[in-house]
């Protein structure tokens, strides 16, 4: 600490503060993100216990952040920068992706909290960004001696599926839960009880509020409520369900890594983490959006879904062709056999040599949950 200035009037000079005084520090931080709220400052080589009550925000959803154009990216950067020093509950980290260029992985407390920390972008700071879908934070319980050495430690924190580490190396992988709190109507009960348990969950409590309200209480998968679950609920409900949430900690799953292929070659930004009975109804679903966004090409593009070696779902995007037998009337039929052949080893081989450059605006459609409609 370099010097501290005394800002009440009065009292100049004094190094001595008191409740209801204002003041400032200058320390030797290098960046504004070093001084935490909470934090207990004390005299050199004199340590005293850390006020208590005081704990940093923890992140319950993460998401990627990268601007539309990479020319905006230090405008963005700057932005960021500015609106996490009234929001410092929202953690940044620098990632970068192939498709989408260099961006951030930020991490903030719910969805609510997500979308209102991008509006304030645009309309604040007049930036477009582009945000990837949220996952939340996975643990995995390591087995391999070489990676708790590596790590440092027996359980890690996945926010990112390119984390995952391989099932043959970890003993369980854990997934963060939480106690949801429903009310609604009572001639709603059947639909909402569906939902819910098409999300994973349990039922904790059933409670008659009153002759025309029930109170419902679920332990849900934090991932599978993240998205749409308010949306739907409300949609069933006609909007007079209310739901809230609080964390529950983490619970055993049998979680996967699903990787999605194009003519042989993964897709990172699209690699997703989800629970193993969920995973061909997910792969089937992103492989039928990934198809409508791709635009054709001269050669036949394979999309696939696989965990690991295996693949569980499979769309082809079919080549543009051109009609090589237009010129054939009438004649052998060896002539017309001829030239199908050598157009389809024409399209074999450009097949080989040939690459899919997936446009952007393709993962943004595909990152979006619900279908357009």
């Known amino acids: 600490m ?216 679920y332990l849900f998968p934090l991932n599978e409520i993240v998205v749409d679950f308010y949306d739907a609920l409300k949609s069933l409900s006609s909007g007079y369900a209310s739901f809230d949430y609080e964390d529950a900690g983490y619970q055993a799953a049998d979680l996967i890594k699903m990787d999605i292929l194009i003519n042989g070659n993964p897709v990172e930004e699209l690699s997703t983490i989800i629970h193993n009975d969920k995973a061909y109804a997910t792969g089937k679903y992103l492989c039928e959006r990934l198809k409508d966004a791709i635009p054709r090409q001269l050669f036949e593009i394979a999309i696939q879904a696989a965990i690991g070696k295996k693949i569980i779902a499979r769309e082809t995007l079919k080549a543009y062709r051109k009609n090589v037998v237009a010129k054939c009337y009438g004649g052998d039929i060896t002539r017309r056999m001829k030239l199908l052949k050598r157009q389809a080893e024409g399209k074999k081989l450009m097949r080989k040599i040939g690459n899919v450059e997936v446009p952007r605006d393709a993962f943004i459609r595909v990152l979006k949950r619900q279908p357009e409609k």
């Open 2 to 217: 370099q010097q501290i200035p005394e800002t009440h009037h009065g009292s100049s000079g004094k190094k001595i503060r008191y409740a209801g005084q204002v003041g400032y520090l200058i320390a030797g931080m290098k960046e504004v993100t070093e001084a935490q709220i909470g934090d207990t400052l004390f005299m050199y080589k004199q340590p005293v216990e850390p006020l208590p009550g005081f704990k940093s925000a923890k992140p319950m959803v993460f998401a990627g952040m990268y601007p539309v154009d990479q020319t905006e990216y230090n405008n963005l950067k700057s932005a960021l920068e500015r609106l996490t020093l009234n929001d410092s509950s929202v953690t940044v980290h620098r990632d970068s992706s192939l498709a989408l260029g260099a961006g951030w992985r930020l991490g903030f407390l719910g969805l609510l909290h997500m979308e209102v920390f991008n509006q304030r972008l645009e309309q604040e700071y007049n930036t477009s960004v582009i945000l990837t879908a949220p996952t939340v934070p996975y643990k995995a319980v390591l087995s391999s001696a070489k990676l708790i050495k590596e790590h440092g430690k027996s359980e890690i924190t996945i926010i990112n599926p390119a984390q995952f580490p391989d099932k043959h190396s970890v003993s369980e992988y854990l997934e963060p839960t939480v106690l949801g709190t429903i009310i609604t109507p009572q001639e709603y009960i059947g639909k909402i009880i569906v939902l819910c348990q098409d999300r994973r969950a349990v039922q904790k409590e059933m409670l008659y509020i009153d002759e025309h309200r029930v109170m419902l209480k």
